[in-house]
């Protein structure tokens, strides 16, 4: 059988091939979303990108089905944060996820334009990163996990592990925005429970050295360690220097006790980076930051390392242990 086509179709069928490349190109471009972390993308910190990831799905975008990702760990060092945020810029991602309050700062000094969603453990007020948490100015907003404020209740939970501690070291890394106001938060608390306040500075790792071993020569009852996402990242560090010295610590997330560390008490991390892909996914769908309030949390964690408390000889309270939403044997 022989089929005939005329000469209009034929125009009309190579019209219209020529014209597929045109409506190809014409579709929408998959948006970008840059990830910039001071942490390294490894098994430890890998739950807070899957977290983000989990938020995205949550507004409707998936990556790599629509929503690309492109990530920026500094590892550890806050020096290579500029250089990593400039590069998103030029990448000219359409939202930036900054992870810690000093990545904030880096993303916000390095664009005015592209919307910014932080996670924050410093007051994202007091620090400059928003002039309200009710309704966020210019182009950023995020999720605060209010860790100074937390700090006041890691000292009240120290006096419930230990009774008669009446001294306390409290690591704090000066250049930390929020350090300065989570140190007299905690001096006023100890001042009001009857607890010593002995303030010691750590800003790199031969200062953690020499932060224990001046806590050791003070003979203080506990140490508090503040919150600062260099001491995260140094989590498995500050988890076996606490050991090494004998000195029962209160960390500022659950990583640490994961790493060792005695016990830790703070609103989750995991949840305040799927509250970020939230809004994340919702920038995408065209919210601007200063419509959406900084998300405060709502889920608080302590977890106790029992093995832990064995090496150091203690006891844990029943009353603390029944309080615990996670123990580590």
């Known amino acids: 059988m022989t089929f005939c086509i005329g000469r209009?179709?034929?125009?009309?069928?190579?019209?219209?091939?020529?014209?597929?490349?045109?409506?190809?190109?014409?579709?929408?471009a998959m948006p970008v979303v840059g990830f910039l972390s001071q942490y390294s993308p490894d098994d430890k910190f890998a739950h807070i990108a899957e977290a983000v990831r989990r938020g995205l799905k949550e507004a409707g975008y998936i990556e790599g089905h629509n929503v690309r990702i492109e990530y920026r760990w500094a590892e550890g060092h806050y020096d290579r944060l500029s250089a990593l945020a400039a590069d998103l810029v030029r990448h000219q991602v359409a939202v930036i996820v900054a992870g810690g309050n000093v990545t904030a700062q880096v993303a916000k000094r390095a664009t005015g334009t592209i919307p910014i969603v932080f996670t924050s453990g410093a007051d994202p007020v007091t620090s400059g990163l928003v002039a309200s948490l009710s309704r966020?100015?210019?182009n950023l907003t995020?999720?605060?996990?209010?860790?100074?404020?937390?700090?006041?209740?890691?000292?009240?939970?120290?006096?419930?592990l230990l009774p008669h501690a009446r001294s306390v070291a409290m690591i704090i890394n000066p250049n930390y925005p929020g350090a300065a106001s989570e140190m007299a938060e905690v001096e006023a608390a100890g001042r009001v429970i009857g607890m010593q306040i002995q303030r010691v500075t750590a800003s790199n790792e031969r200062d953690l050295d020499a932060a224990f071993a001046i806590i050791g020569q003070r003979r203080v009852d506990a140490v508090v360690?503040?919150?600062?996402?260099?001491?995260?990242?140094?989590s498995e560090l500050l988890a076996s220097l606490a050991l090494r010295h004998a000195v029962p610590a209160i960390f500022q997330a659950r990583e640490f006790v994961a790493a060792g560390g005695l016990m830790s008490y703070a609103a989750s991390l995991t949840d305040a980076y799927r509250q970020?892909?939230?809004?994340?996914g919702r920038v995408l769908k065209g919210d601007?930051?200063?419509?959406?309030?900084?998300?405060?949390?709502?889920?608080?964690?302590?977890?106790?390392?029992?093995?832990t408390a064995?090496?150091?000889?203690?006891?844990?309270?029943?009353?603390?242990?029944?309080?615990?939403?996670?123990?580590i044997e």
């Open 288 to 307: 601007k930051p200063t419509d959406l309030p900084v998300v405060q949390p709502t889920k608080y964690e302590l977890v106790i390392n029992l093995k």
């Open 225 to 234: 360690v503040g919150v600062d996402g260099f001491f995260i990242s140094r």
């Open 310 to 327: 064995k090496a150091l000889g203690l006891e844990i309270p029943p009353t603390l242990l029944a309080r615990a939403d996670e123990v």
């Open 276 to 280: 970020a892909g939230v809004y994340t």
């Open 8 to 28: 209009r179709e034929v125009i009309t069928l190579i019209g219209g091939a020529a014209a597929w490349p045109l409506a190809a190109r014409a579709q929408p």
């Open 142 to 160: 995020g999720a605060s996990l209010i860790a100074a404020e937390m700090a006041v209740k890691r000292l009240e939970l120290t006096r419930d």
């Open 136 to 138: 966020p100015e210019a």
